[in-house]
């Protein structure tokens, strides 16, 4: 069973469109990351949200951490070729210990 | 510099070879990771390193042998595998201290590694 949900597991959307990641669970985290990872590479840390009710921009990306540290969410705005990939979740919650999410494969077409 | 190096980045071997996958940070990081990625599966957790000392294993098969020999590198001894262990072998590190950053793991672009 996996400690952290996310949904959907598949997105396939035109350049210019909005979508969401949503990383859920029913465990408290310390903190949570968002890594994107091409084929064949190893993840790229995008954020961490450590704060309940945390939000952090990064350009068009919107990262939120649920109040309940339970649960977060990536917005992506009018997306772009080159957000294709791989977006992971992944929480922490004993020390040094990372729990990933299933993962979302984003595919944005031109 | 966030960093993280590992090699070789493609590996093929044997059943009944013996070989060592690398990994090397300069950053002063005091907790590195070992993970095993199937396609299209997110990572899985093997081993974490915590002050060059085993702190956690994942119930990993004793074909797996970590080694941490400063808090710099960290390998990983791969004798008699299977087929099934066919995978992105990918090492991380976070500062491993009580602090924010302390949440942040920065990963290696992988080894390939394909057991035949």
């Known amino acids: 069973t996996q400690l952290l949900e996310q949904s959907p597991q598949f997105l396939s959307i035109q350049e210019g469109e909005n979508l969401t990641v949503y990383c859920n669970s029913s465990s408290v985290f310390s903190s949570l990351q968002w890594y994107r990872q091409e084929p064949g590479e190893g993840p790229v840390l995008l954020v961490t949200?450590?704060?309940?009710?945390e939000v952090k921009k990064l350009k068009r990306l919107t990262f939120q951490f649920g109040d309940a540290r339970k649960d977060s969410s990536l917005h992506i705005t009018a997306a772009q070729p080159g957000d294709t990939g791989l977006y992971l979740c992944a929480g922490a919650r004993a020390f040094n210990k990372f729990y990933f999410g299933s993962g979302t494969k984003l595919n944005v077409k031109p | 510099d966030t960093e993280v190096t590992q090699t070789p980045k493609h590996l093929v071997m044997g059943m009944t070879n013996k070989k060592s996958l690398k990994c090397e940070q300069h950053?002063?990081?005091?907790?590195m990771y070992w993970y095993k990625q199937k396609a299209k599966k997110p990572p899985e957790l093997m081993f974490v390193y915590s002050y060059e000392k085993l702190s956690i294993n994942e119930s990993v098969p004793s074909r797996f042998s970590p080694e941490c020999p400063n808090s710099s590198l960290l390998n990983l001894h791969l004798h008699a595998l299977q087929p099934e262990d066919s995978a992105l072998y990918l090492c991380?590190?976070?500062?491993?201290?009580?602090?924010?950053?302390?949440?942040?793991?920065?990963f290696g672009p992988g080894t390939r590694l394909t057991v035949t």
């Open positions: 991380a590190s976070s500062p491993g201290l009580a602090a924010r950053e302390s949440y942040e793991q920065y």
């Open positions: 949200v450590v704060t309940g009710g």
């Open positions: 950053m002063g990081h005091r907790a």
